[in-house]
């Protein structure tokens, strides 16, 4: 059964960092597609970043470029989202998913993904 389990949440004043990290576990993730989403009150859930796990291949929602950063570690079947420049707009319940499809392509719709984890509230004080 797969499992995604997110941490490294939690407050940070505004121009700050925040390293989100997402364990996976239940298959091998080799040939997936791993993304970060997050999700404000009354707002819906939207792509921040995407990594494929096979080549390191990634994307940013334009939201978040230049600020954040995703990564995968091979040995420890991690996935982490660096978050620098937080701003109060980042403020949100931040989720990690994976895709079975390792395309690029459809990366930033969330009905693409088949597995997710329970969110790790991130806030940002202005």
């Known amino acids: 059964q797969v499992q995604l389990v997110e941490s490294g949440g939690g407050l940070v004043q505004a121009g700050g960092s925040l390293r989100l990290s997402c364990a996976a576990s239940g298959r091998t993730f080799s040939s997936y597609v791993m993304g970060w989403f997050r999700q404000a009150p009354g707002k819906e859930r939207e792509f921040v970043a995407g990594?494929?796990?096979?080549?390191?291949?990634?994307a940013y929602a334009d939201s978040v470029k230049g600020r954040f950063a995703i990564s995968r570690d091979n040995a420890k079947n991690s996935v982490y989202l660096q978050m620098n420049s937080l701003k109060a707009e980042d403020t949100a319940v931040y989720y990690c998913a994976a895709r079975s499809l390792g395309r690029m392509l459809g990366i930033t719709t969330p009905e693409n993904y088949n597995y997710w984890g329970q969110g790790t509230q991130v806030t940002v004080s202005s």
């Open positions: 990594i494929t796990w096979s080549l390191g291949s990634t």
